[in-house]
Nanobody
Framework: QVQLVESGGGLVQAGGSLRLSCTSS????????MGWFRRAPGKEREFVAA????????VYADSVKGRFTISRDNAKNSVDLQMNSLKPDDTAVYYC????????????????WGQGTQVSVSS
C-alpha cells in the first residue's frame, strides 16, 4: 500500500518560491508514476505536473510550465515540486498522487492520493 504525505505548503508573497515534498510511508514509489494536482477554491481539481517512473520524463500544465519543476528521489522515496515565481492564481490545496500504470500520467486516474497541503500566494 502506498500512503502519501505532502509537506512544504504555506503562505508566500507573489514572486516567491515554495518547495513541496511528497513521501510514501508505505511501499516504495520507484515503480510508480507520480503526479501533483491542485484544487483552488471553488474550482475543480486540476493537473499540475507529473514524472514517469523509469526514465523520469516529465510533463507540466501550461499554466506552470517554466515556473514549476517536479523531481523524484527514489532512494528517499519522495517526489518534490519546486515552485518559483508564484502567483496569486497558484493558491490552492496541492495533492500528490501515485500510480503504477504506464498510461496514468497527466490525468486524474491515479490510484493513490495524499491529503493535500495548502499553498497561499498573496498579492
Amino acid at each position: 500500500q502506498v500512503q502519501l504525505v505532502e509537506s512544504g505548503g504555506g503562505l508566500v508573497q507573489a514572486g516567491g518560491s515554495l518547495r513541496l515534498s511528497c513521501t510514501s510511508s508505505g511501499r516504495t514509489i520507484s515503480g510508480y508514476n507520480m503526479g501533483w494536482f491542485r484544487r483552488a477554491p471553488g474550482k475543480e481539481r486540476e493537473f499540475v505536473a507529473a514524472i514517469r517512473w523509469g526514465l523520469g520524463s516529465t510533463v507540466y500544465a501550461d499554466s506552470v510550465k517554466g515556473r514549476f519543476t517536479i523531481s523524484r528521489d527514489n532512494a528517499k522515496n519522495s517526489v518534490d515540486l519546486q515552485m518559483n515565481s508564484l502567483k496569486p492564481d497558484d493558491t490552492a490545496v496541492y495533492y500528490c498522487a501515485a500510480d503504477p500504470r504506464w498510461d496514468v500520467l497527466a490525468n486524474q486516474r491515479y490510484t493513490f492520493w495524499g491529503q493535500g497541503t495548502q499553498v497561499s500566494v498573496s498579492s
